[in-house]
């Protein structure tokens, strides 16, 4: 069954907010290459979330895709 424009909206910007993500996560990485010690260890950590908070928007943008999760009308 295809996605209605709201769902079809929902999905898009759940695929634009997760790469945003990665595009966020691999300009800090860019950006601290040299970094080295405490510094480095904090950045690798923050980076590491941005791509898990980006796998997860993934996921979600797949089950919007797949029909599972769906935008509701506001009340």
């Known amino acids: 069954m295809p996605l209605?424009?709201?769902n079809q909206q929902?999905?898009?910007e759940?695929?634009?907010l997760g790469t945003g993500l990665d595009e966020?996560?691999?300009e800090v990485l860019r950006i601290t290459k040299?970094?080295?010690g405490v510094d480095a260890t904090a950045v690798l950590m923050l980076i590491a979330r941005l791509y898990k908070?980006?796998?997860r928007i993934a996921?979600?943008?797949d089950e919007v895709r797949d029909g599972k999760v769906?935008?509701?009308k506001p009340e």
Do not use: S
């Open 24 to 26: 966020a996560a691999e």
């Open 4 to 6: 209605t424009k709201p």
């Open 53 to 55: 908070d980006g796998d």
């Open 59 to 61: 996921a979600l943008a």
């Open 14 to 16: 759940l695929k634009d």
């Open 10 to 12: 929902l999905h898009q």
């Open 70 to 72: 769906t935008r509701a």
């Open 34 to 36: 040299d970094c080295r």
